[in-house]
């Protein structure tokens, strides 16, 4: 059960395989455990997820919006020294997420 400290908040986030990395972010009300299926690429790519704050293992630290939530998978990649990664998104949330990854990162 891995933690990372991330912008102030305590992150539970899971990393399997190697490869090309995936960050998977679960839609509201759900944990990285939907991501269950996705796992099974891990003899190609790196899958990683992680709970959103207040989901999961992770705390209700600070706000929980979608700047955070993006805030929040940046700052898991540089604690994992993961420079670039591809993101796998559930549907309700792909819009609004990507958006302001793109806007305030560019580099993902």
Known sequence: MPMATVNGAVLHYDSV????????????????????????????FRIITFDVRGHGLTKPEGAITYAAIAADMVGLL???????????????????????????????
Do not use: M
């Open 17 to 44: 395989g190697t490869g090309v990395p995936i960050v998977f972010i679960h839609p509201p009300l759900l944990t990285g455990e939907v991501f269950v299926f996705q796992r099974e690429l891990r003899d190609r």
């Open 78 to 108: 540089d604690a994992l020294n993961i420079p670039k990664a591809y993101v796998g998104l559930a549907e309700q949330i792909k819009n609004s997420t990507v958006t302001r990854v793109w806007r305030l990162f560019c580099r993902i």
